[in-house]
Antibody, heavy 115, light 107 residues
Framework: EVQLVESGGGLIQPGGSLRLSCAAS????????MNWVRQAPGKGLEWVSV???????YYADSVKGRFTISRDNSKNTLYLQMNSLRAEDTAVYYC?????????WGRGTLVTVSS | DIQMTQSPSSLSASVGDRVTITCRAS??????LNWYQQKPGKAPKLLIY???SLQSGVPSRFSGSGSGTDFTLTISSLQPEDFATYYC?????????FGQGTNLEIK
């Protein structure tokens, strides 16, 4: 079955770090553009980051310098390393497959940044 | 960054109605425009990509049109399962911005 499964979310204090994972099955992560999109409680969707099949990475200004997207080809898994977390980073984080459009999404993992 | 503005922000309609949601980009994005449907507690679902291409498995009552800066999503005859929030998204350039969403409610 083709699917994405996120994990790694939880409650973290401001200034802390967290690494999210997105395990893929049924397709190869490294052959696709892979994205992270987040949604704060009761709010809309916000694109966070993309890693191209060639390895180039791009970020939203709101996370640039704090978040790092990466992948492990041997594990067929996408990651989002989140450092210097802020209250405004509280959201459900989704991974999504796609270059110009996101045709496959995971169910999301909730990150709560609070003291 | 390219700003995406959807209208209306919310909409009440009845089963069987024809509904149109619009999305405007702050600069030209050619046809790099996608539409997603999201239900509460669920991940977004791709409906339309490249402005007018219907994603596999999506009912034909959904259609998209437009190019440049102005786009529309049309649902020809609303079904009970269509009540949800709809988002447009530009994929012309990073950051791949979304519209603020349109909440489609039952009248």
């Amino acid at each position: 079955e083709v699917q994405l499964v996120e994990s790694g979310g939880g409650l973290i204090q401001p200034g802390g770090s967290l690494r999210l994972s997105c395990a893929a099955s049924g397709f190869t992560v490294s052959s696709n553009y892979m994205n992270w999109v987040r949604q704060a409680p009761g709010k809309g969707l916000e694109w966070v980051s993309v890693i191209y099949s060639g390895g180039s990475t791009y970020y939203a200004d709101s996370v640039k310098g704090r978040f790092t997207i990466s992948r492990d080809n041997s594990k067929n898994t996408l990651y989002l390393q989140m450092n210097s977390l802020r209250a405004e980073d509280t959201a459900v984080y989704y991974c999504g497959r796609g270059d110009w459009h996101f045709d496959l999404w995971g169910r999301g993992t909730l990150v709560t940044v609070s003291s | 960054d390219i700003q995406m503005t959807q209208s209306p922000s919310s909409l009440s309609a009845s089963v069987g109605d024809r509904v149109t949601i619009t999305c405007r980009a702050s600069q030209t994005i050619s046809s790099y425009l996608n539409w997603y449907q999201q239900k509460p507690g669920k991940a977004p679902k791709l409906l339309i990509y490249a402005a007018s291409s219907l994603q596999s498995g999506v009912p034909s009552r959904f259609s998209g049109s437009g190019s440049g800066t102005d786009f529309t999503l049309t649902i020809s005859s609303l079904q009970p399962e269509d009540f949800a929030t709809y988002y447009c998204q530009q994929s012309y350039s990073t950051p791949y911005t979304f519209g603020q969403g349109t909440n489609l409610e039952i009248k």
